[in-house]
């Protein structure tokens, strides 16, 4: 059974840094995508960005851009979300989901700029990101 669980989240100030961790258990794909969602209170779930494992490209959401990174670590099965430069329109629930399969970076791009969750078929319980001004 695949599990991910985040973990990171907090409350920092404006301009501040945290590091998201999406730990996988049970994994056992070869190629696989790694999506970062975010919902904020009252709103839709939103694309952040994704990897793809296959060919280590990646995607970010435009109001990111710049000031999130996507690292693995494969020894650990775990993908962080690099956030810096916080600000307080970041402030939501994130979410990291995994799909199985080998994609590429127009399909990643599609599934950030759709914000299409059902791509993906595993979920993380979510990990609360507060940016206070």
């Known amino acids: 059974e695949v599990q991910l669980v985040e973990s990171g989240g907090g409350l920092v100030q404006a301009g501040g840094s945290l590091r998201l961790s999406c730990a996988a258990s049970g994994f056992t794909f070869d190629d696989y995508a790694i999506g970062w969602f975010r919902q904020a209170p009252g709103k839709e779930r939103k694309g952040v960005s994704c990897?793809?494992?296959?060919?280590?490209?990646?995607y970010y959401a435009d109001s990111v851009k710049g000031r999130f990174t996507i690292s693995s670590d494969n020894a650990k099965n775990t993908v962080y979300l690099h956030m810096n430069s916080l600000k307080p329109e970041d402030t939501a629930v994130y979410y990291c989901a995994a799909r199985q399969g080998k994609v590429g970076y127009l399909l990643l791009r599609l599934w950030v700029l759709s914000d299409l969750i059902y791509e993906f078929d595993y979920w993380g319980q979510g990990t609360q990101v507060t940016v206070s001004s």
């Open positions: 990897f793809s494992s296959s060919d280590n490209s990646t």
